[in-house]
């Protein structure tokens, strides 16, 4: 039957392949960086279906929390090149997911029930305001603005269900679980707060996060 999924969570998030074409691209080469960032939250709230043999799926809308981001640059040789010395990111995903309880498809009624569980879907990726530092440029500070990419993403993961409840009552199920979310794309905005010229193409990253999260779900209209 139908069931609600609510979720929070701690992530660990990664930013990777971090670049931008400046505005003197090529003659001035792409600038590639080692970005890091804070670690964060997550929230999500699913609506889904449990077939009851070890499978069930839901849609999901999936939120993280801001994190701040920086980094300096890495290639190519020799320099000095732009910094990237402030920035934000944050994600809103839609996602279906699926569910496999290898124990309940065997037929094991227990209260415990281990699960695997992938998704598929669409992340809005928002950086806010990006600044790039190069002391040796004429404008040595330059803040550029945000902007929303919209990119495929995936997740992968591993957890255990509990019910809370005594047998006869309405269930209610306590989820752990760890899982790996790749949310895709990630670029600044072009049009900058001070003189200059404009990038080719803004700060892009990929960004991802791994996440360990508690959860309650509750099926709608089954004991």
Avoid: C
Wanted: hydrophobic share 35%; aromatic share 10%.
């Amino acid at each position: 039957g139908p069931y609600v999924r609510a979720e929070i969570g701690a992530g660990r998030t990664s930013l990777n392949d971090a670049y931008w074409l400046p505005p003197g691209y090529p003659a001035d080469p792409r600038v590639n960086f080692d970005l890091e960032s804070k670690n964060g939250g997550l929230a999500a709230i699913a609506f889904g279906y449990d077939w009851m043999n070890g499978f069930r799926g839901d849609i999901s809308l999936i939120a993280t929390s801001k994190t701040g981001l920086k980094g300096p640059w890495t290639s190519p040789t020799p320099g000095p090149h732009a910094d990237i010395t402030a920035g934000s990111v944050r994600t809103t995903a839609l996602m279906a997911n699926l569910f496999y309880s290898p124990l309940e498809q065997q037929g094991v009624n227990s209260r415990i029930q281990p699960f695997l569980v992938a998704g598929i879907g669409l992340a809005g990726n928002k950086v806010g305001q990006w600044t790039r530092t190069n002391a040796a440029a004429a404008t040595p500070v330059r803040t550029f603005e945000g902007s929303t990419t919209f990119s495929p993403a995936f997740s992968v993961g591993v957890g255990v269900s509990m019910q809370l409840t005594n047998v006869g009552t309405h269930p209610v199920m306590l989820e752990a679980s760890y899982r790996y979310y790749q949310f895709g794309k990630a670029q600044g905005g072009s049009a900058s707060t001070s003189a200059g010229g404009t990038p080719v193409q803004p700060l892009t990253f990929n960004t991802s996060d791994q996440v360990l999260s508690l959860g309650i779900r509750i099926p709608l209209n089954r004991l």
